[in-house]
């Protein structure tokens, strides 16, 4: 990894929700990139509530957070199958931990990875099991309550690298086989991916299902589908270059554009045909692609 991805695929609308809030992403500890994707840190301060719409990725994430007064918290999010929304309102804080698809099983070794997928569970209850309530509240209070965001990125590293993750060889090839999913477009159907990776389809199956949490068709429909996204916003409104500096990636809002071309972006995914993307876009977004860049305009 060559430091934090700086797409906005998975983000429903992302210079709406840019404009409204200050996102940026880290790089964690050189130890941890190979299991992490990046950190994402959101902090707002809203006259009027705001609620954010995510297409979640195949990522485990496990999320520090901290709503105007209220204790703070963390969570393990297994990955969502669905829309994911998240309402903001007044002031908050939020430092995430973007697991690598792959990646989250050396942490949590006793388990496969799908027993999360779907859920948001306390933090105790999957990384730090038998640990009273006031230490998880330290451990979550100690992420996301220093000003300073060096510090806070210094203390995700330091609760991470606590977890001693062990080495994994079906993790390292979960993580290779997701990667090739998303950068190879020509990767359509799950008998290609197993092919390459030398396994019956079967035995893909287990092995997304024990290391990712997914299969791997909702894994390459998923990837499909993040990329229509961005593609479309940028397609709709031309985006704003990255205010990038020590890792950090800055998200400010940017300008109009053109249109899209729906059935040269379905040919251009893997589609057989137009109809086939709109179908799993609606599905996905809850919304047809023509509703979304309308409102993306």
């Known amino acids: 990894m060559t430091g934090p991805r700086r797409d906005t695929r998975g983000i429903v609308e992302a210079r709406e929700l840019f404009a409204r809030v200050r996102f940026r992403r880290r790089e964690p500890h050189p130890a941890l990139r190979p299991y992490l994707e990046h950190y994402w840190l959101i902090d707002w301060d809203l006259t009027e509530p705001y609620a954010s719409h995510v297409v979640p990725h195949p990522s485990v994430n496990v999320v520090f957070q901290r709503y105007a007064d209220e204790p703070a918290r963390a969570e393990v999010a297994g990955i969502g199958l669905e829309l994911f929304t998240q309402k903001l309102a007044g002031r908050g804080r939020v430092c995430g931990v973007q697991f690598r698809p792959g990646g989250f099983r050396p942490f949590a070794p006793d388990r496969p990875v799908s027993d999360w997928t779907g859920q948001r569970l306390p933090i105790g209850e999957v990384l730090l099991p038998g640990r009273d309530e006031e230490t998880l509240r330290?451990?979550?209070?100690?992420?996301?309550?220093?000003?300073?965001?060096?510090?806070?990125?210094?203390?995700?590293?330091?609760?991470?690298?606590?977890?001693?993750?062990?080495?994994?060889?079906?993790?390292?090839?979960?993580?290779?086989?997701?990667?090739?999913?998303?950068?190879?477009?020509?990767?359509?159907?799950?008998?290609?991916?197993?092919?390459?990776?030398?396994?019956?389809?079967?035995?893909?199956?287990?092995?997304?299902?024990?290391?990712?949490?997914?299969?791997?068709?909702?894994?390459?429909?998923?990837?499909?589908?993040?990329?229509?996204?961005?593609?479309?916003?940028?397609?709709?409104?031309?985006?704003?270059?990255?205010?990038?500096?020590?890792?950090?990636?800055?998200?400010?809002?940017?300008?109009p554009g053109g249109g899209v071309d729906w059935a040269a972006l379905a040919d251009d995914l893997g589609y057989s045909d137009q109809a086939h993307l709109v179908r799993d876009f609606t599905a996905t977004v809850g919304v047809p692609p023509s509703a979304y860049t309308r409102a993306a305009r």
């Open 138 to 255: 330290t451990a979550a209070h100690a992420v996301v309550d220093p000003d300073d965001e060096d510090a806070r990125v210094a203390a995700l590293d330091a609760f991470l690298l606590g977890l001693d993750p062990q080495q994994d060889p079906r993790a390292e090839l979960a993580m290779e086989l997701v990667e090739r999913v998303r950068s190879d477009r020509s990767l359509r159907r799950v008998s290609q991916l197993a092919d390459m990776a030398g396994l019956s389809a079967r035995s893909l199956q287990r092995l997304f299902a024990g290391w990712v949490g997914v299969g791997p068709k909702w894994v390459i429909l998923r990837y499909r589908i993040h990329e229509a996204l961005e593609r479309a916003e940028q397609a709709e409104q031309a985006g704003p270059a990255d205010g990038t500096t020590g890792g950090t990636v800055e998200r400010p809002a940017g300008g």
